[in-house]
């Protein structure tokens, strides 16, 4: 039996969103830009989608811009903000994702701007005292800090930080990949000028994702063409994409408190079940066990170190699909666990749920790592009979 458990990587496509693509293959294929029929339809089911994940985020379709996913997005919104407004000092973390981490370290190579870090609590957490310092010291800064972390799961308080970013004129971008589709969104009441989403991390499909841009700013287009999204990114529109993107969000939107209910359930599950299986030594990395403090699909836990091979690897083996990274063994470690105050030598193991995992899904991974641990510590011939199991 396979098991999938790396849902903030990406997810299974809805099946109602296979229903409402399926005719983009064959039947409506035209190109949004013609002006005969085929293109008069396409260009109206791109608008009626833009329509629809303005609506389901308090947004105005004039703020949605569809790109081919977050990693585009959060580029076009740094690079976009930093020439548009003359941004020469950035403030973010150093648990960010790469799109936005490797964007600014280009741009600080280049000359163009200062990034400064905020410090983090030894769970990860934005100390937004230092923020605070930080802006009153860099005013009129862009500000760049992910809602949800996606290794760790941490939820930052958007809503805290958009208030310091209208108090000292900074610009607002959040990487909020992590919890579109998972956590209800209401921008028309939030000071926050640029997010992103990416489909796939909401059972959607791959290569479409979209950025917001508040309706009071704007940036100039980074990719020129034929004037497509109302002149901010050249290039044919990904109609199957963004029709597929729209679905996947209503979906979502639509049961979100049932599946917020059941996806925490299932990692309080794992929690339980890890508790009483006697592998020894595990602790959890930032605040991802926490109800409050994090987003309910992700856990993020430290392993003790296997005298040989890893974790990943071998629920890999058994068809148990989760992400991670060990210190152990020369392997290396995330530079979101590496960021992190408290590090320890432990191998750290990223679960992530979806709505499609199962109790009994969490039941065989609990027993699988608990057999790897027995093999580990049985003597050599009882190892032996237990890999065979």
Not at 130 to 144: F, T, Y
Not at 237 to 255: D, F, Q, S, W
Not at 261 to 267: F, P, S, T, Y
Request: negative net charge; contains cysteine; hydrophobic residues 40%.
């Amino acid at each position: 039996m396979k098991i999938y458990c790396d849902n903030a990587a990406t997810t299974a496509l809805d099946p109602e969103v296979i229903d409402a693509i399926i005719p983009y293959f064959s039947e409506n294929f035209g190109n949004p830009s013609s002006s005969h029929w085929a293109g008069r339809q396409a260009r109206e089911d791109v608008e009626n989608a833009r329509r629809a994940v303005a609506g389901l985020l308090g947004a105005t379709p004039g703020e949605i811009y569809f790109t081919s996913g977050a990693t585009e997005a959060n580029n076009l919104a740094l690079t976009g903000a930093i020439k548009a407004y003359g941004i020469s000092h950035v403030i973010t973390s150093r648990i960010e994702h790469k799109a936005v981490l490797q964007t600014l370290l280009a741009h600080e190579k280049e000359g163009d701007i200062e990034v400064s870090y905020v410090r983090l609590d030894e769970r990860g957490n934005v100390d937004t005292y230092h923020l605070e310092n930080l802006l009153r010291a860099n005013p009129r800064s862009l500000i760049s800090l992910m809602h949800a972390n996606n290794e760790i799961g941490n939820l930052t308080d958007i809503r805290a930080i958009s208030k310091l970013a209208e108090r000292y004129d900074a610009i607002f971008h959040s990487d909020t990949t992590q919890t579109i589709g998972k956590i209800a969104f209401d921008l028309s009441g939030l000071e926050i000028h640029f997010i992103v989403g990416s489909a796939h991390k909401f059972h959607g499909p791959k290569g479409v994702g979209f950025l917001y841009i508040d309706k009071k700013h704007r940036i100039a287009p980074q990719i020129h063409g034929g004037g497509q999204e109302r002149g901010q990114r050249g290039g044919t529109e990904n109609v199957i994409g963004i029709v597929g993107l729209a679905k996947a969000l209503e979906v979502a939107c639509r049961n979100l408190e049932e599946n917020q209910l059941k996806i925490w359930k299932l990692k309080e599950y794992l929690v339980s079940k890890l508790a009483i299986s006697r592998i020894g030594d595990i602790c959890y990395n930032g605040d991802s066990k926490s109800e409050e403090n994090s987003i309910p699909n992700v856990v993020n836990v430290s392993f003790p170190c296997l005298p040989a091979g890893n974790i990943v690897a071998l629920l890999d083996q058994a068809g148990i699909a989760v992400s991670g990274g060990s210190a152990c063994s020369g392997l290396g470690t995330s530079h979101v666990i590496a960021a992190l105050p408290c590090q320890r030598e432990k191998e750290n193991v990223r679960f992530s749920f979806s709505k499609f995992n199962t109790f009994e899904e969490v039941d065989q991974v609990v027993a699988t790592i608990t057999e790897i641990y027995k093999s580990v510590r049985a003597p050599r011939g009882r190892e032996l009979e237990l890999a065979i199991i």
